[in-house]
């Protein structure tokens, strides 16, 4: 029109070097409090314990119902930032009272600088202890997480979690029984308030096909806890929680809630 030139721009290339910019801004900010903080971790070589217990409405995991009414405990110890932790839930699986549910999870990992790196390994007491056959709805389960935290100051957290072995299958378009590798991907955040309180929210995702959505990649969960904690003791404690999990796709249950009384050792 009138002799004028008109650009061209292709929006998929802006979009994708705005985003290549983005993502190399979050590194670089995730990285300050890494190097800041790196001389002070490299300094603690103290031998670290902890332990408690709690009794649960419900079992919430990663926007899934995954049990009713239970009692659960851990008990960790840590040197140098490795670190062992062993957690078990006795429960039932429904209000009905009638079939419990046992399961022990055991982590091994590594601790430090806001990163944690760990292997997750999961017994539901349905089979062996040692068996890592596929199977759909019973078997161990072993996945690999890591996940950052920003700083104690920006207590945000990235983390991401893979199953890579054992119970985890899904049907493909060929009727084949195939290992998922289900992954969960989190942003969680937690405020400290007042008198005792803190406030904790995290948005989940799953990225593809698996045990968290059988169809695709979905917004997992959107989750908020508000917590109250009292000082018994220099180490001990107690605490309240309520929490309120939505997952948006879920076949049922997708508002999920969760009343939950604790007792801590750290």
């Known amino acids: 029109m009138g002799g004028s030139e008109c650009t061209v721009i292709d929006s998929r290339l802006v979009i994708r070097e705005l985003g290549s910019k983005v993502v190399a801004l979050m590194l670089c900010i995730g990285a300050l409090p890494f190097v800041n903080s790196a001389g002070a971790y490299a300094q603690k ?40 932790d062993l957690w078990w839930n006795v429960g039932v699986t429904d209000a009905t009272f009638k079939v419990f549910q046992p399961e022990v999870d055991i982590s091994i990992g590594f601790q430090r600088w806001g990163l944690n790196i760990f292997a997750l390994y999961i017994h539901n007491f ?3 202890f040692f068996d890592f056959g596929n199977y759909a709805d019973k078997g ?5 997480d890591i996940s950052y935290t920003l700083s104690d100051k920006i207590p945000l957290t990235f983390s991401w979690a893979t199953r ?8 493909n378009d060929k ?41 695709g990649a979905a917004l997992q969960n959107i989750e908020v806890r508000l917590r109250k904690s009292w000082t018994v003791a ?33």
């Open 126 to 128: 349905n089979c062996g």
């Open 45 to 84: 070589s103290e031998f670290t314990y902890g332990a408690q217990a709690r009794v649960q409405s419900a079992y919430l995991w990663r926007g899934l119902h995954a049990g009713g009414a239970n009692i659960q405990a851990s008990a960790n110890v840590g040197y140098y930032g490795m670190y062992a």
């Open 164 to 171: 890579v072995a054992a119970s985890d299958g899904v049907i």
């Open 140 to 144: 161990n389960r072993l996945e690999l």
């Open 234 to 266: 220099e180490r001990c404690g107690l605490m309240l929680q309520g929490q309120l999990c939505v997952n948006p796709f879920a076949a049922t249950n997708v508002i999920l809630t969760n009343i939950t009384f604790g007792v801590y050792l750290k």
């Open 175 to 215: 009727g084949e029984f195939v290992q998922a590798y289900s992954s969960y991907a989190q942003i969680s955040y937690i405020q400290a308030l007042r008198d005792g309180f803190s406030l904790y929210g995290a948005i989940g995702v799953t990225p593809w096909r698996g045990v968290y959505n059988p169809n």
